[in-house]
Nanobody
Framework: QVRLVESGGGLAQPGGSLRLSCVAS????????MSWARQVPGKGLQWVAG????????HYQDSVKGRFTISSDNAKNTVFLQMNDLHPEDTALYHC???????????????WGPGTQVTVSS
């Protein structure tokens, strides 16, 4: 059974930083791409960033390019999202997601965790 557990969310000021972590279990971690998606009340999941199973490529939504960095530690079944220069519009519930391919053209996820809340406010 796939299990994804996020941590690291909290309150940050505009321009601040947070680092999210996600520990995965229940599947062979290094054979699937992973991604982060976020959700605000009343809207669906919005893809934010993705990383290939072997870590060879990363991809980002335009609004976070240059500010967010996704990485993974396959030995620890963990994926990270370093978020710098946070904006108020980054406020959302951030979910770690398992993607259904190792090197996808489109990051389609088939499982996601309960999420960790990120709030950006002064």
């Amino acid at each position: 059974q796939v299990r994804l557990v996020e941590s690291g969310g909290g309150l940050a000021q505009p321009g601040g930083s947070l680092r999210l972590s996600c520990v995965a279990s229940g599947f062979v971690f290094d054979t699937y791409a992973m991604s982060w998606a976020r959700q605000v009340p009343g809207k669906g999941l919005q893809w934010v960033a993705g990383i290939y199973a072997d870590g060879s490529e990363t991809h980002y939504q335009d609004s976070v390019k240059g500010r967010f960095t996704i990485s993974s530690d396959n030995a620890k079944n963990t994926v990270f999202l370093q978020m710098n220069d946070l904006h108020p519009e980054d406020t959302a519930l951030y979910h770690c997601t398992k993607v259904n391919q190792a090197r996808p053209l489109v990051f389609e996820y088939d499982s996601w965790g309960p999420g960790t809340q990120v709030t950006v406010s002064s």
